[in-house]
């Protein structure tokens, strides 16, 4: 169909290939510049000891999909979102959550493979990029994107660019400490980061250590098995209006919404955009992190920032973000690739 | 001299005029493309209760300078450091230092006056665009620059780009909350900011609490009167040995260096420059600085952010950084200007 269209164009219709690489699966999809998203598809991420196998196997999920839109000749280049992702390298280094450990040449890897152009970043900067051409963020030159999922991740837009700092690595905003000396991080061994506190996993210590301190006190949270407490069982019994559970949120939102000041005094965002699957508990965390914010902010910042929900799928947001990528392709990746086709 | 020059030029010999307003002095100085300052000069900026009288103090006093260098021709633009200064708006706003209250349209009054482009930011933001060009963050695309004061002052260097944010209040670092709940801000109200613990200030009161706090300890600070304990006193007594003056260096710089690790996992910068009167302690506080930053950083940031002092004089700083807005004003800025001199 579109192998057609481009015989009345000037230039063919234009795809890029936008892949997320997550520690249990790997999603792609295929995008235009409107960010409609077609022929997506996924692999598992554990299948491969060996990464060469995973990204052969990686190509060959990917060709229907090629050929659906007209072949690899419509296809710009592929864009990658993972994480630890290193926008400058093009490599992924010491990502906790994938089984193939190091430094994993990806962009080249890929770029070998499919002889097209491949940039990388990691996914939080991919949702971020995905945000501001296609979500929340469009229009806007500064914003920051939170991702509130098991852990917190982040992506910093300033200046209508995204900061990926001097390595690569800029916008870890989830390992900031919040309060020093405060809770032990499972993976780093920090304490009192954000993520500790802010993330699905934090939510759930939360509740837990309420739970334990206060013995006498009723909570519909005593019915779950300790290790059954999620998140999300601690939002359902808050909406059923468990006195323990809405004290959950109500720490969890101080706890972000004062994080959130220091973020807005470092870059002075337009807006700052939550995402993942934290979002869902809604007002009973976007009040709290509000009120806590506005109150750690100098006069001059507030009741400026908008705090916004990401208006993005969840699960089409780094794929749009990593197909982003492709549209700004750094002229140095170009001419990386060895025998681009035309 | 520079009027004989010209007639052998294409274009005329240009200069910036730079001008720093703080709460006590207003500086100013001529400055070249290569960043020499000449024909420097002050006023006092507390004598004219009127803001209009201030900027025609300032003009009359500015005029030996421009014409020892051939006359008002040969300046191109006028850049201007201020304690809240809005890059966007070209106004101080809400300076708490300044006896002129509430939002002052500094750029429009200046280039009314001088009939040049005026450009205005804060003064940190001005420390750090002088750094850029002439000092320590040469070459640099993203580093941190902190100003360690009688407040703390920072502007932050991303992309290469000074990030203003949207409202052009970015980079208020000094304010962003490192002890939650701990000492009280004395001009702002907030509790456990940066400044309040890193600031000269904030290191005599670290002195003070100590001594208040453990009497039967000796200290050469005890045979200062409390008022009198400052942080040039407590450096002192802390090279002859002093324990308690030694200590608040330590607590000094566990917290500055804390606060650092945090603004390295945002902007993931090549170095962080140090500035201002506290820097003279030397390693007495970078020592401490450096091992906590270093810390409290996820290994991905371990080992690879310079800490660096500043390579340029504090007088010369804000004024370089001020004309170096200059080389860089804005098309808007130089379309509002009325009756522009050829």
Redesign the interface.
Known sequence: MNTKQSDFLESPVEYAIGIDIGGTNTKFGIVNHRGDISNRGDISTTNHKELNLFIDELYEQLQPAINAIGGIDFIKGIGVGAP?GNYYSGTI??APNLHWKGILPIAKLITDRFKKPCTLTNDANAAAIGELMYGAGRG???FIMITLGTGVGSG?I??G?L???????????G??????GGRLHWG?G?KGSLETYASATGISITAKEILDERVGEKSLLRNIAHEKITSKRVYEAAIQGDPIANEVFEITGKILG?AL???V??????AIILFGGVIKAGNLLLDPVKLYMEK?L????QN?VKLLFSELKESDAAILGASALVWEIKPEVLKKVPEMEK
């Open positions: 630890n280094e010491y806007m030159r500064d910093i300033a200046n660019q900061i990926y700092g001097h390595d690569g690595f800029a916008g870890e905003l390992h900031t400490i919040i309060r020093p780093t920090m004062e000041a220091n973020f005094m470092f870059s002075s965002p337009e750690n100098l006069p001059i910042f400026k």
